[in-house]
């Protein structure tokens, strides 16, 4: 049983954040129940990782009863996840007013790329505008060319669904203590912010300069990626100076007449020798020397290279369900055991079970079902 066991969470069907935070809350032991939209019911989804882990029932949302269904699993849940624009909720009957006076100690988790006020509210979005307007997109790239989008992981992910997932947890404890819930006003371009603030720390202190001339941001020599000589790559990260002594003597850079290590104007040369030097063996050759030492090395691998490393292997950092290779839940715990409970479920697979769970006989059931509040 994960450390979340007990806890019981209803998630509103929505894209990338809002299922990834459904996914992580899952993964340690909440029963979440998402809400899916009567439209896709029966239509399976069974390689969606991020739906994995929960039951589903299908609703209309546009649909008084089926309003009223959402809302009778509300009373008993101790968090809700929803990922709609602001005012959407408040629109379909299921704002936080109406949720936290039938059931005062809801954690009202709400996931949007903006936040719920500010000019850009209600301004449509992704990832990649919120990690811009958050600082993040700017500050990522090589020097002399454009920013260079990290996938969808600093705004969705870190800074969304983990943040909403973090919020919901703090409300959690806050309300089992306090006997109050709140609203979670999880936002990626706050996340996206809370993500950056050792840079905003280097900033002040006037160490972090222009995009791709910094220790970070491949700026130096001595951390970023090189290509070897089979077009594989590998990464370096030697920051302190015995790891960097420890690279200088296994790469053979030590041999050259090079400036010191922090000698950021000699930077851009550094690296066009560090390079020269990593074409000249392949990627296996640089882990034969490299790996089990405190250079601060790793080989860039592919998605599937990932699944089938030995580190990875051993810890079972990666997982199958159902013949789908995935992450296995983390973090770890020394006592309780986070596990996925199943595969994406289709969409109203489960609408039967719950509703009778929430004390509807079969005829409620099937009037329901006839009413079109739920399929």
């Known amino acids: 049983m994960g450390p979340l066991s007990g806890v019981r969470v209803v998630e509103l069907q929505g894209i990338g954040p809002g299922p990834f935070c459904g996914m992580m809350l899952a993964d340690m032991g909440a029963e979440v129940i998402r809400v899916d939209r009567s439209a896709n019911a029966g239509v399976s989804r069974g390689i969606d990782v991020l739906a994995r882990g929960r039951r589903s029932i299908a609703v209309d949302l546009k649909n008084p009863e089926g309003v ?50 500010g000019p850009y509210a209600s301004a449509a979005g992704h990832d990649i505008n919120y990690i811009a307007l958050g600082g993040a997109l700017g500050s990522i790239g090589r020097a002399g060319e454009a920013p260079v989008p990290p996938l969808n992981l600093v705004g969705d992910f870190g800074g969304g ?76 990260g030697s920051i302190e100076p015995q790891f960097y002594a420890q690279l200088m003597e296994l790469s ?45 090395f790793a080989p860039v691998l592919s998605l599937d290279e990932a699944t089938a490393h030995p580190h990875n292997v051993e810890r079972q950092t990666f997982i199958e369900v159902d013949g789908v290779v995935q992450a296995a839940p983390s973090p770890r715990f020394s006592v309780t055991t986070p596990e996925v409970k199943g595969p994406a479920a289709v969409p109203g697979a489960d609408t039967d079970a719950v509703l009778a769970e929430l004390g509807k006989s079969d005829d409620q059931i099937a009037a329901l079902r006839q009413s079109g509040a739920v399929a």
């Open 161 to 236: 669904g983990m943040l909403l997932a973090f919020g919901i947890a703090c409300g959690i404890v806050s309300a089992r203590s306090t006997g109050q819930g709140q609203v979670v006003d999880a936002a990626m371009v706050d996340g996206t912010a809370t993500l950056m603030s050792m840079f905003f720390s280097m900033k002040a202190m006037g160490i972090w300069g222009e995009r791709g001339t910094n220790m970070l941001d491949t700026g130096a020599p001595f951390y970023d990626v090189y290509e070897c000589a089979d077009g594989e790559y590998v990464s370096i």
């Open 252 to 296: 053979g850079l030590g041999q050259m007449d090079l400036p010191a290590q922090m000698s950021r104007g000699d930077w851009p040369d550094m690296k066009h020798k560090f390079a020269e030097v990593f074409r000249t063996k392949t990627r296996d050759e640089w882990c034969e020397i490299m790996e089990h030492t405190d250079v601060c």
């Open 68 to 117: 009223e269904t959402v809302l009778e699993l509300i009373d008993s849940a101790d968090a809700l996840i929803e990922g709609f624009r602001p005012g959407v909720m408040e629109r379909l009957g299921l704002g936080p007013d109406v949720c936290l006076s039938r059931n005062p100690k809801l954690v009202y988790g709400r996931m949007t790329g903006w936040g719920q006020d």
